[in-house]
Each structure stands twice: as structure tokens, then as C-alpha cells.
Nanobody, 110 residues
Framework: VQLQASGGGLVQPGGSLRLSCSAE????????MDWYRQAPGRQREFVAF???????DYADFVKGRFTASRDNAKGTGYLQMTNLKPEDTGVYYC?????WGRGTLVTVSS
């Protein structure tokens, strides 16, 4: 199973980005998707998840700012990130059932 994450980039504090992660539609629609991130010099940490039915949960440090969603028909999950802070900088990964996509770099800086 290949997961492909995209949407990272450079954004100013307070800005927004939307990350996407795609997988083969049949696999995607029956499995939940987790998002993790790894900041420079730090361990990878959980950010959010969305179950196959769309139930979501978030790490405390992104609650109210990040929204995980999914489009099962397109085989794509999304992580909408708003009010970004410099401490949100890192490489963001999507994962489904132990399969990890190549991360996408998010840099929050003025």
C-alpha cells in the first residue's frame, strides 16, 4: 500500500495549510487514517486521526486549530491546519494500518 502525502510548505504564523494523503480507494475507505508529525530534534508525535466513518480525535495541542477529514470516494484524507504556530513546524506523515507515507514538510515562520 502506498500513501502519498502532499500540501506542505512555508507559511507565516497565523496562516493555514491543507495537507492531503491518498491511497488506493478500496483500502482507504475501510481503514482509519492517522496523522503524525516530527519536529526537528524531536520524536514523532500523534496529531490527529479520522476513522473510516469519519470520527475524529486530536492531540490537545492542535484541538480547535486542525481538522481531519476524508473523502472515501476519492481515497483521500485531509488535515486542515489553521492558526499555525512556529511550533507546528515539522514533517507531517499520514499512516494507515501500519503503512506510512513519505512525509511533507510544514514550516511556520515569518
Amino acid at each position: 500500500v502506498q500513501l502519498q502525502a502532499s500540501g506542505g510548505g512555508l507559511v507565516q504564523p497565523g496562516g493555514s495549510l491543507r495537507l492531503s494523503c491518498s491511497a488506493e480507494q478500496g483500502f482507504f475507505s475501510s481503514n482509519g487514517m492517522d496523522w503524525y508529525r516530527q519536529a526537528p530534534g524531536r520524536q514523532r508525535e500523534f496529531v490527529a486521526f479520522a476513522t473510516s466513518s469519519g470520527t475524529t480525535d486530536y492531540a490537545d495541542f492542535v484541538k480547535g486549530r486542525f481538522t481531519a477529514s476524508r473523502d472515501n470516494a476519492k481515497g483521500t484524507g485531509y488535515l486542515q491546519m489553521t492558526n499555525l504556530k512556529p511550533e507546528d513546524t515539522g514533517v507531517y506523515y499520514c499512516t494507515m494500518r501500519g503503512h506510512w507515507g513519505r512525509g511533507t514538510l510544514v514550516t511556520v515562520s515569518s
